[in-house]
């Protein structure tokens, strides 16, 4: 019998679940007591204000945070539509498109650099010294639309049927 691996959806959830009990729990509530679906004390409020707090204290960018957590969420409402859907190839600046203005040119991309560093200064990037892929953060170079480099493929599954303005 085949153990079925649980979806990230189903892992978010349960994640927020149990953030919202143990929020509850501090109140007053005993564990797994709380009506987490219908939320009548705005924990999940709460829950938020407190993740912004952290991201202030600890020099987190909040807007950022948000943006990759869209992005994330939208991947994986895509990915819950079309489970059977092969995976997209890597990412190329080529192919990428702002999903808002259409902007083809330049994009700013976050990467991920691994340069060899010595104690006198010297330092070496190594061949593959960059990397990025479909979870990097990437602003559009004309509208500074965000998101991720997902968002910016217009290869990505269901890309054309829904989402993002038209172009007429
Ligand atoms: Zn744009």
Partial sequence: MDQQQPSN??????IAHEAIQRRAARDGYEAGAYDAEHDPEGYVTSL???????GRRCGIDWHRELTMAQAFFEEDE?????????PLPPPVVAELRCPKCGQADGFVIEVIERPLMFADGT????DAGRYWGDWSYCR???CQHTGTVYQFRPSHPNAEQ???????
């Fill in 9 to 14: 959806c189903e892992i978010m959830l349960a």
């Fill in 48 to 54: 938020l204000n407190a993740l912004q707090r952290w």
């Fill in 123 to 126: 330092v070496l990037q190594e």
């Fill in 162 to 168: 829904k989402g993002g303005p038209s172009d007429g």
């Fill in 78 to 86: 895509r990915e819950a539509d079309r489970p059977d859907a092969t």
């Fill in 140 to 142: 559009c170079n004309a």
